[in-house]
């Protein structure tokens, strides 16, 4: 084979590769519902991002308001480490007969889908300009089939996932689960972790703890002082954020 050829060759595969990122990346992020949580880390945290401002919009069922001093730390939390401007949309809009009573397993996910799709009101912008963050506070339970709570300790009354992040962009926080206690910042927190690439560690005291997602028993689970919950990432992880506040890999999966 000639070297021209060869040229030409590569020029050519060069250029359909850069087409179709540039054309399949913007559909993949503008129509969401990727079941990767994190792999839009770069997009939301990166000073490089196309994305300026991240619009968080919480969409919530009847009974099921955030707690505004979960939501104003979570607000707080996105600020400091992506730098850009945060806006919070928080609407009563989910019906009660919109949701299931209980929701097993992968039923998550249509679950999830049917919801956005009659509710969700904004979308990530297809080059840049705004980036989304969904969020839903249900009153149903949610038994995951992959997660096995019978080694957790026999006080534990109600043993139920408090929070999941299912998609890249999207959280739900199953607030009629969640104990009458400091608990809500810390597990939107830990969510949000994993919006950010975030897996579970071990340390009892970390906010990325497993057990933070399903009710924890504190010394007493009814009135556990708030401070008993993390509303901090630890050092490393803090390193690990700002790491992505200076990434130029941007692209969904590259980091
Ligand atoms: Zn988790």
């Known amino acids: 084979m000639g070297e021209s050829v060869l040229k030409t060759l590569v020029i050519y595969t060069a250029t359909l590769v850069i087409a179709v990122a540039l054309i399949l990346v913007p559909v993949y992020v503008h129509y969401g519902e990727i079941h990767i949580p994190g792999s839009y880390n770069a997009l939301y945290l990166s000073k490089y991002s196309p994305y300026k401002t991240i619009v968080v919009e919480i969409d919530y069922q009847p009974g099921m308001e955030p707690a505004p001093e979960a939501v104003e730390a979570l607000k707080q ?34 679950t999830t889908s049917m919801l956005q799709e009659q509710n969700r009101d904004y979308r990530t912008g297809w080059f840049g300009g705004n980036i989304t963050l969904y969020i839903l506070y249900l009153d149903t339970v949610w038994h995951p089939e992959d997660q096995d709570y019978s080694t957790r300790p026999a006080s ?20 009629g689960s969640l104990p009458r206690n400091g608990m809500e910042t810390t597990i939107l927190l830990h969510e949000q972790g994993h919006i950010w690439g975030f897996g579970h560690t071990n340390e009892s005291d970390n906010i990325m703890n497993a057990e933070f997602e399903v009710y924890k028993n504190g010394p007493s689970p009814d009135d556990v002082v708030e401070t008993w919950y993390p509303k901090e990432f630890d050092p490393a992880q803090k390193e690990e954020l700002a790491r992505l506040h200076e990434t130029m890999h941007i692209l969904p999966l590259f980091n």
């Open 77 to 110: 939390q996105i600020e400091m480490y992506s730098g850009k401007e945060v806006l919070i949309y928080i609407d009563q809009d989910i019906e009660d007969d919109e949701v299931p009573a209980v929701i097993r397993g992968d039923d998550l996910f249509t």
């Open 156 to 175: 534990s009354t109600k043993p139920y996932s408090v929070g999941v992040t299912y998609a890249a962009d999207s959280i739900i926080i199953f607030k």
